[in-house]
């Protein structure tokens, strides 16, 4: 083994280390039973297609990250006479996993995927989340679909909820459509997106509709995304990243989705889990009552475009599923009632968990990053303060906040060049030799 390859596995140890002690502090265990890991295609049963509403003849298609493999939605505009015809169709999960099945326990355990730099642990098994209900291009698959009728100012005019049937046309990557978007005419790009083009730049007009739209309500667009972790032979790479169009448009159309469905599901006197945002910065959550989601400045929101990765989303799946098969509402609460307010506390608290898991192994990756670029300067900006009342500091290459040690007096909005150090502890990241650089 040369130097490098001890580097790597060194990293990937030290990463192994903090996640175990992490997954056992908090009961978790990325295992499924051997029973369910062991599943085959012929060991899942699936709901008639007869009934549901054929979309197959539509250009639909999936905008995702290139390495992705479960995609969980799927999207197609129309330019229509009064604005736009937007239909976001859902992986349907609940055409799996009903409610009570041993799948579902499971799942509502789980409760959530878990993305680290180093390990993914799936909500459900990957016969499932990599196959039967991704929606992979040129593949029959079941969908819960929301159908949307747009003006020109980006309002809702009308909308539908149904099951369907979809064949995706292509599998779309984010990088691509941004070159497409931007004016490139590379011939592989063209061929292979050729028959959704004209339907890409409409997407994308739309897109810019519905962010003016969003932001004149008041709700809140965040550009930024965290930045790309990996583990290379040579250390720990640090990519930043940005959202290009193709990902901001993903994610507006499934804020309107999930928007949609929170108000289907208010409207029809349904059992619903709502995700909750008392005043803006302030941690989200999950009840069964209706509540304002601050940052998106709506009166209502759910969860409903990922139930491949979250319980809520599920459980959302199952009540809708039920009652677009006829089931009265009477008998659906009397199922779900209960099991959503467990759903709701155990999801919440599970997320929490999850994401305090993530900065725990972020932060050894930035350790490993910081401590072989000891050297190094970069440039930040003044962005708050902790509960000590120390400024943070956001770096503007990386994305990432540190504590802004040695900055006296420091203003928000205000930039320094400094370097970065260790805690003693190895709990925090600090600047050092700071300069603060004219406005």
Known sequence: MNRMDEFTVNIEQGLMDVTANQFVSHNINPAFPQEIARLQVQDL???ESSHRKDFRGEKVFTIDCEDCKDMDDAVSVIKISSGYRLAVHIADVSAYIPLGSELDCIASDRATSIYLPHLTVPMLPEILSNNLCSLNSGESRHTLSVIIHLNHRGEVL????????????VKGVYREINRLLCGNKDNELMEKYKEVYEEIFTMANLYKVLRMERIQRGGRCDDSLKPKISILKNGVQITQSEKGVAE??????????????????????????????????????YQSRKMH?????????????????????????????????????LEIHQLFDEVLNQVCERATKRSRTVNQIQ?????????????????????????????????????????????????????????????????????????????????
């Open 248 to 285: 901001n448009m993903i994610e507006e159309f499934m804020i309107l989705a999930n928007r949609i469905v929170a108000e289907y599901l208010y409207e029809n006197n349904l059992p619903a889990i709502f995700r909750i945002q008392e005043e803006k910065n302030h941690l989200a959550a």
């Open 45 to 47: 049963s699936v709901e």
């Open 158 to 169: 009308r909308s539908e909820i149904t099951k369907g049937i979809i064949r995706s046309r």
């Open 293 to 329: 989601h601050a940052e998106l400045a709506l009166e209502c929101y759910s969860h409903f475009t990922s139930p491949i990765r979250r319980i809520s989303d599920l459980k959302i799946h199952q009540v809708l599923s039920m009652y677009l098969s006829g089931r009265n509402t």
């Open 359 to 439: 900065k725990k192994c972020e932060l050894y990756c930035y350790q490993e990053y910081f401590r072989n670029h000891k050297e190094d300067s970069y440039i930040g900006r003044v962005i708050g303060f902790d509960c000590k009342e120390r400024p943070i500091v956001r770096l503007n290459q990386y994305n990432v906040s540190i504590v802004g040690d040695a900055l006296i007096n420091a203003v928000i909005g205000e930039q320094y060049s400094f370097k970065v150090r260790i805690s003693d502890d190895q709990k925090e990241l600090f600047t050092y030799s700071p300069a603060k650089l004219a406005a």
